[in-house]
């Protein structure tokens, strides 16, 4: 797997998810607008995620300069519970898409390990900084991978469920979910997966189109000696797991600072 040359520093986080509305931002005046490197839309996706706390230490020690953690339970983008840091890990298998406008075969998959972080720009919704992706698409993985994300190309990747749970694999991590509620509709709407590498600042802003979820518990594996149980603090972590069901448009951006 290929590193993003991130410095390691400060932050905080924990475990929930979010129902209420998200919070606008008024941009300052004279913003630079973001250069757009490219995108993809993905349809008839299914995601199997967990969101567990990890210690602070470990979150700021997996962190930036100017990012700061957060919990996920609370406003999105915003502060959550007060000492506390969420790592949210999930993979979505989807049926179809476009990358760049250009149809690709299904299903194919992209997966997130990425740790909570407070409101990192005017942006409304929830903010993220990427930790690892993950896919079975080459050419998201060529985009993603282009722009600087550590992201890892992995053909056997892939997320499953029914009406009783699901399981996601691929790369150092497994996720089993019991979703015992019946499906919702979900506040899932707009996130930015925020990444600095050696070429600058750049930003996946995914638009989520008619969500629904089940929520329930959700267990972790980490392979031992791996970054994700480094990062958790164990290689294995129980915390609230959610069958997530959507669209989704993703754009890479480019942003000056």
Not at 174 to 186: G, K, M
């Amino acid at each position: 797997m290929q590193h993003s040359s991130i410095r390691y520093r400060r932050p905080s986080l924990a475990t929930g998810f979010a129902l209420l509305l998200s919070v606008g931002v008024t941009p300052t005046a004279g913003a630079v607008e973001p250069t757009d490197i490219g995108g993809f839309y993905a349809r008839d996706c299914v995601e199997v995620s967990a969101i567990v706390s990890v210690p602070p230490a470990n979150a700021d020690a997996a962190l930036p300069d100017g990012y700061t953690s957060s919990s996920f339970f609370g406003l999105p983008g915003g502060p959550g519970v007060p000492g506390s840091s969420s790592l949210l890990m999930g993979v979505e298998t989807c049926q179809s898409g476009t990358i760049d406008g250009v149809p690709f075969d299904g299903p194919f998959a992209f997966g997130e390990r990425v740790l909570s972080v407070d409101r990192h720009d005017a942006a409304s919704g929830y903010h993220f900084y990427a930790v690892e992706q993950v896919t079975d698409n080459r050419k998201i993985y060529d985009l993603m991978h282009g722009a600087g994300f550590d992201i890892a190309y992995l053909p056997g990747v892939g997320a499953t469920a029914d009406a009783a749970g699901g399981i996601s694999e691929g790369g150092s991590v497994r996720i089993v979910d019991q979703a015992p509620l019946p499906q919702l509709p979900s506040p899932l709407d707009k996130v930015s997966i925020w990444n600095e590498a050696g070429s600058g600042t750049k930003v996946l802003r995914l638009s989520v189109h008619h969500p629904t979820a089940q929520a329930g518990v959700g267990r972790v594996s980490a392979d031992a000696g791996s970054a994700m149980a480094s990062l958790i603090g164990t290689e294995e972590a129980t915390g609230l797991g959610a069958i997530n069901r959507f669209d989704f448009e993703a754009r890479v951006e480019s942003i000056a600072r």
